[in-house]
């Protein structure tokens, strides 16, 4: 089987293991139940790409973060021909911009708005004793300092 065939089948066995059990894909959301930087990523991508941007922004900003980076990326790998300039800045810059909208998220929405939702059948809450417990206490903080 070669490297690529493994980790497709690799990846079936995941993906079929935490959807059946945890009904979620993001390992941060089935480790701990919160969501990550990249979560609504692909539904904001199939939104943008049916043309509904405001759908996707209010899912994800993060994807138009993403688009401007691969058209950056495509610019001078497709157009120019050439090795992307400076790659390393453009990709500091793409990752220092998801984490924060990505706390900007957190802060405003969670764990309330979707995708920033607080996913309570996680394996923390199912294997390590007082976490649930715990993760209560959190989000009745969190809405009681946002007033709701
Ligand atoms: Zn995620």
């Known amino acids: 089987m070669k490297a690529s065939g493994l980790a497709g089948a690799v990846f079936l066995v995941y993906y079929q293991i935490v959807h059946s059990v945890f009904d979620a894909f993001c390992p941060m959301l089935v480790l701990t139940g919160i969501p990550c930087a990249g979560c609504g990523l692909t ?42 300039k400076r790659f390393g800045l453009a990709l500091g810059i793409l990752v220092a911009g998801m984490l924060a909208v990505y706390g900007c998220g957190m802060y405003r929405y969670f764990p309330d708005r979707a995708p920033y939702v607080y996913q309570g059948n996680n394996a923390a809450a199912r294997w390590v004793p007082g976490y649930e417990q715990w993760m209560r206490g959190v989000l009745a903080a969190v809405r009681g300092a946002r007033g709701g």
Do not use: D, Q, T
């Not at 899912?59 to 120019?80: A, E, Q, T, V």
């Open 43 to 84: 539904r904001a991508a199939l939104y943008l790409l049916r043309g509904k941007g405001v759908r996707a922004a209010h899912i994800n900003p993060s994807i138009f973060l993403i688009l401007f980076f691969l058209l950056y990326c495509g610019y001078y790998r497709y157009m120019k021909g050439e090795k992307v």
